[in-house]
């Protein structure tokens, strides 16, 4: 196992925090509020038909990134979330981890989230994950919107991350 003092915060160089949640780990910096996530992780939450198209998007590669890996600190790959949508996100390719800033969660994730109570986001994001894994069997799943699954995403990793 790896420990966890080896997780570094790419943008502050300090080490990040676990945060566990029902579906695994992920790293939180408690000063910048960027987090970083494994692609496991995210197929296990939600499901690996609804990350593999944004995964194959990240790993064709786009523009590299300023910053380093969290854990191995090779450059990573700058990856738009979505067209139209101005949020990147920073790929590992090789530890298949996923940065967050603070503000891409941010933007993503509906604005009035922060001023209910934690009861509330836990039950609407509950819903919004229902909503999510209806939709995606509705539809084909290269239908459903990159921007629909990554503001989810953003719900799931605010939910578990206290602000301050
Ligand atoms: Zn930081
Ligand atoms: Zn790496």
Known sequence: MISTEQYICPRCLIPL????????????CGNCGGRAVTVELLRRT?????IN???LHAIRGEGLSSVGCPLCRRQMLQV?????????????RSCHFVWFDAHEVESLAPKSATEISRD???????EKMKRFHEQIDRYQINDTPAAAVWSTIADILRLHVWWW
Do not use: Y
């Open 53 to 55: 198209p944004l995964w």
């Open 46 to 50: 939600f499901t690996p038909e609804s």
């Open 17 to 28: 925090k676990e945060n566990k949640m029902a579906q695994g780990i992920f790293w939180s």
């Open 80 to 92: 738009a979330l979505a067209d139209g949508a101005n949020v990147n996100v920073d790929v590992c």
């Open 120 to 126: 509330e986001r836990e039950r609407l994001a509950a």
